[in-house]
C-alpha cells in the first residue's frame, strides 16, 4: 500500500477551522484517500473519502490536491469532541478493501 | 448510520484458557469483516480478513492457529484467542464492509479489551 504522512500532533481552539494535512506522494491513481478518527478506548469512526474530487459531509471536508499527492480534511468548526487521533488512509483499487492504519495525528482541541 | 457492535467489551481470563469475541453489524450485511489489535499508544495492526462463508486471510505474522476467526454469517464474526498468555493481552477492534455498492465504508465496532493474567 502507498504510504501517507501526517504530522504528529497538532493543536486547535474550539468553534475555530482545523486542517490537517497529509502527503501520499506514492499515491497511485486507483487509491482512495480515506480518514478516519479515534477518539480514546473507541474504535474508529469513518470521516470521509475522496478519489479526484473534494468532498464535503456533515462531518467535514476533504480537499485533494490537483495531483492528489496530498490532502486536507478539514473540520470546520472545531468542537471537543472532535480531539482524537485522525488517520489519513490509501485503499487500493479493486476488491482488495483492507486499511493499513499509520500513526496519524493527535488532535488536541483547546476550549 | 451503520452501527457494528462487540461482545464482550471488556474480558480478563487466566493465561492458558481461550476467549470468544464476537462482532455483529446490526442493521447491515456485511459482505466482509476484518479483525484488528492495537496495543497501548500504537496504531492498529490489521489482523486478519473475513468473508462471510469462506475462511479468513491473515496478515503475515498472524498465527491463525491461534486467532481462530469465523464468519458464519453476513451479520456476526467471531475472534477466538486460543491459549491466551498475557503478550496477548491487548485491544481487538472489528469492522465491518458493507454488501453492495461500492462499500468503501468500514464501520468499527467499540472494540474488546483483553487482559491475560
Known amino acids: 500500500d502507498a504510504k501517507t504522512t501526517q504530522p504528529n500532533s497538532m493543536e486547535s481552539n474550539e468553534e475555530e477551522p482545523v486542517h490537517l494535512p497529509c502527503n501520499h506522494s506514492?499515491?497511485?491513481?486507483?487509491?482512495?484517500i480515506h480518514w478516519y478518527r479515534q477518539l480514546p478506548s473507541q474504535g474508529p469512526e469513518y470521516v470521509i473519502h475522496g478519489l479526484t474530487s473534494n468532498v464535503n459531509n456533515r462531518m467535514a471536508s476533504l480537499a485533494i490536491a490537483e495531483d492528489r499527492k496530498s490532502s486536507t480534511l478539514i473540520l470546520h468548526r472545531a468542537t471537543l469532541r472532535d480531539a482524537a487521533v485522525y488517520y489519513c488512509i490509501l485503499r487500493g483499487g479493486g476488491s482488495n478493501y483492507k486499511l493499513t492504519f499509520g500513526k496519524g495525528t493527535l488532535l488536541t482541541v483547546n476550549p | 448510520g451503520a452501527v457494528v457492535s462487540q461482545h464482550p467489551s471488556r474480558v480478563i481470563c487466566k493465561s492458558g484458557t481461550s476467549v470468544k469475541i464476537e462482532c455483529r453489524s446490526l442493521d447491515f450485511q456485511a459482505t466482509t469483516m476484518f479483525w484488528y489489535r492495537q496495543f497501548p499508544k500504537q496504531s492498529l495492526m490489521l489482523m486478519a480478513t473475513?468473508?462471510?462463508?469462506?475462511?479468513?486471510?491473515?496478515e503475515q505474522g498472524v498465527e491463525k492457529d491461534k486467532f481462530l476467526i469465523n464468519h458464519a454469517s453476513l451479520t456476526l464474526s467471531t475472534l477466538t484467542v486460543t491459549s491466551a498468555h498475557p503478550e496477548d493481552s491487548s485491544f481487538y477492534i472489528c469492522s465491518a464492509r458493507a454488501s453492495g455498492g461500492v462499500g468503501e465504508t468500514q464501520y468499527f465496532g467499540p472494540g474488546t479489551r483483553l487482559l491475560v493474567l
Open positions: 473475513s468473508n462471510e462463508g469462506s475462511k479468513a486471510t491473515y
Open positions: 506514492t499515491i497511485s491513481g486507483t487509491d482512495y
